[in-house]
């Protein structure tokens, strides 16, 4: 899987730019804020319509822009793909891969698939539950259509029931129509609990060798997807995850009313991390939780390896910069056998990675 070519107009701040890449290794080059990241951004969109830095489309469009336009020439499958994306203020966003409407983001998830991993991500650990629930979704999105549908679904559940709860104070009539939501809210929540216990189980396997052989086999990395407490086995089937939703919201029926929040559902899943036993969340040290970090990306690519059989197209943004150089040897070890992009400040350590094509980025432009 790779991408060979790509096209900006009036995306961020590229008013237009287009490049050819190498199929193996890409090093992407310049000072701070001139568009290095939002190459990657770039690619990450056309992989599954979604950024990794905003949630409005509108933010992806330059500044005095009405529209911006992503062209993607993508291999993969052993196919060739044209990916285009058109992007204008007021108006919906315009998807087609091969000239055919794309309906959303699942759609692109077919052609390109990308782990993409910022400075960022170093402490997502570190971070609240909320982090590696995007994690989690960004990466199932793309690997399995149906979760994207589903949690586009969920998300729009959610916004609705949370204004009918804000709003019912003054509307109580409103209260009427919350069981229908609520029940279709507990049929789409069970799918998105399937496929992150599902995910979450591959992802600790593959993280554990990873963090073993990063840490030099003196750490042991454990990760335990976390939902809501009724659910007490989510791999058990959607009837019964569906039954312990509902039973969860029943239970939070009247603290919802009283305090108009919506307080029961998946939408507050997260991953338990572990050091030797350890929350690493609490009690690891910096380097511990940079190593950890390190292993679920590394597993995430794998995971995509092992579902497709060809590796996802990895994008590191300025990460090498932040480790020290054992843990740089380490990824660019593993990170062999597919197409790569990394974006660094200056060019003196280039000499580290063998072959590919080298890029000066400078005021969004390729120079």
């Known amino acids: 899987m790779r991408l060979n070519e790509l096209a900006l107009e009036g995306f961020r701040n590229y008013d237009t730019a287009r490049l050819t890449f190498d199929g193996d290794c890409n090093v992407i080059y310049g000072e701070n804020a001139q568009g290095k990241t939002n190459l990657l951004e770039a690619i990450v969109y056309l992989s599954c319509g979604k950024s990794p830095r905003t949630h409005t489309d509108r933010e992806l469009i330059g500044f005095d822009r009405d529209f911006a336009r992503l062209t993607g020439l993508i291999h993969s499958r052993d196919r060739d793909f044209k990916t285009e994306i058109t992007l204008q203020r007021g108006r919906r966003r315009k998807m087609t891969v091969n000239g055919v409407a794309a309906k959303n983001g699942a759609a692109l998830s077919d052609v390109l698939h990308t782990v993409f991993f910022a400075p960022e991500d170093l402490f997502l650990i570190r971070e609240g539950a909320a982090a590696r629930r995007k994690f989690m979704d ?98 058990a089937e959607p009837s019964a995850l569906i039954s312990a939703l509902e039973a969860h919201q029943k239970a939070h029926y009247d603290a919802e009313i009283a305090s108009r929040l919506c307080l029961s559902g998946p939408h507050k899943d997260d ?41 996802p197209v990895m994008l ?47 005021g969004g432009e390729v120079v």
């Open 271 to 311: 991953i338990e991390v572990e050091v030797n036993g350890r929350s690493a969340r609490q009690y690891c040290s910096q380097g511990q939780v940079r190593t950890a970090a390190l292993a679920l990306k590394l597993a995430e690519r794998e995971i995509h390896k092992n579902t497709f059989g060809e590796y």
């Open 138 to 235: 960004l990466s199932l999105s793309q690997l399995r259509p149906r979760y994207a549908e589903a949690l586009a679904e969920y998300n729009r559940l959610y916004e609705h029931k949370t204004r009918i709860l804000r709003d019912s104070e003054n509307h109580p009539s409103l209260l009427d129509t919350l069981p229908d939501f609520n029940r279709r809210l507990c049929q789409v929540g069970a799918i998105l609990i399937h496929y992150r216990a599902r995910f979450c189980r591959a992802l600790a396997e593959y993280a554990r060798q990873a963090h073993q052989e990063c840490s030099g086999g003196r750490e042991e990395l454990a990760l335990s997807y976390q939902t809501v407490r009724t659910v007490e086995n989510p791999f």
């Open 316 to 362: 590191l943004d300025d990460v090498l910069s932040e480790l020290d150089p054992r843990r740089q040897e380490y990824v660019l070890n593993r990170i062999s056998g597919g197409q790569i992009f990394i974006t660094c400040c200056e060019n003196d350590r280039l000499d580290a990675l063998v072959g590919g094509r080298v890029f000066h980025i400078h």
